[in-house]
């Protein structure tokens, strides 16, 4: 097994088992005798437990991330470029779920509070994706295919708060709707919220007639 396949395999493993048994109950000897390599290969390549989560949470991201520019890049109007970036996050949510579940269990402990360079890196991802976000929204209301009733860096925030939150929920069983469920309803959400008032008070209207 090569050193890259050997590592692949390392964290494919420790997600499944972070997911599957908690963090602080999956010791590294573990690991190693699912992955197939020796304890100390694992140290080799990551350090340390939280060398292997740390990696675990930067592959995670940096694939989500690098899946929202590919998007933006298309050059699609702000509302299709919206619609898109949910439908990513939930198609990368369900291929990624052990991964994210580890993420979200064990991100407020071992990145939101650490005061290290390597934290400030990693918090400054999020601040990219919370960019990419904005850009959407400057892109929509710049076109007209989105109406901001805010800031559009707010609207971006609150978007990313929808989506943590939704996920969390999702991932914790705190609340049980299908992923591709969620996908439709979030999709749908935002496609009206970020209408233009005057199209929302016409329906509203209309429908009070009948």
Known sequence: MGETRKSAAILAVASRLFAEKGYPNTPTSEIAREAGVAEGTLYHHFG???GIFLSIFNETVDGY????????GLGKNGSESLLDLIR????????????FLTILRESPE???RRKTASAAVRRKKLGRLTGLMTE?????????????RFSARD???????????????????IIDVPLPRLKEMLTDFC???LTSPARGRAER?????H
């Open 155 to 173: 609207t971006a925030e609150m978007l990313r708060g929808i989506l943590y939150g939704t996920t969390r929920h999702r991932m914790l069983g």
């Open 48 to 50: 340390s437990k939280d």
């Open 110 to 112: 071992r990145i939101g």
């Open 191 to 193: 496609r009206q919220a």
């Open 65 to 72: 991330i690098a899946g929202v520019e590919n998007l933006i």
């Open 136 to 148: 959407i929204m400057e892109r929509g209301s710049a076109d007209g295919s989105i109406h901001l």
């Open 205 to 209: 209207h209309g429908g009070e007639k």
């Open 88 to 99: 990513h996050h939930f198609d990368y949510l369900h291929a990624h779920e052990a991964q």
